[in-house]
């Protein structure tokens, strides 16, 4: 399950009114640390198929959304539970400092 895109028109319906709670990921293709992180993201997506939706933000096709969230760097994985932002990872991390941040909300 490849995370979906999303983008400033789809941000709410598919982050904000999720049932489950949402781990966005803010990137951009210019971004190196970005492209280090992403096979970690896409690992999280199968591990918690089901129990939490993740998907992608272009920050360069999107500007408005990361401004809303004050985005000031990328990576950044933001974690969204009932419409709220509930807690954010900056950089690159490993996976199971993401895991571990996202059983938090589980």
Do not use: H
């Not at 999720?18 to 971004?31: G, H, I, K, T």
């Not at 939706?53 to 990576?75: F, H, M």
């Amino acid at each position: 399950m490849t995370a979906a895109q999303v983008t400033d028109s789809t941000f709410k319906q598919e982050v904000l009114e999720s049932e489950v709670p949402v781990l966005v990921d803010f990137w951009a293709p210019w971004c190196g640390p970005c492209r280090m992180v992403a096979p970690v993201v896409e690992e999280i997506s199968e591990q918690y198929d089901g129990q939490v939706k993740v998907v992608k933000v272009n920050t360069d096709d999107n500007p408005s959304i990361a401004s809303q969230y004050g985005i000031r760097s990328i990576p950044t994985l933001m974690i969204f539970k009932g419409g709220q932002r509930v807690d954010m990872v900056v950089g690159a991390v490993p996976k199971t400092t993401l895991a571990n941040t996202l059983e938090k909300y589980l």
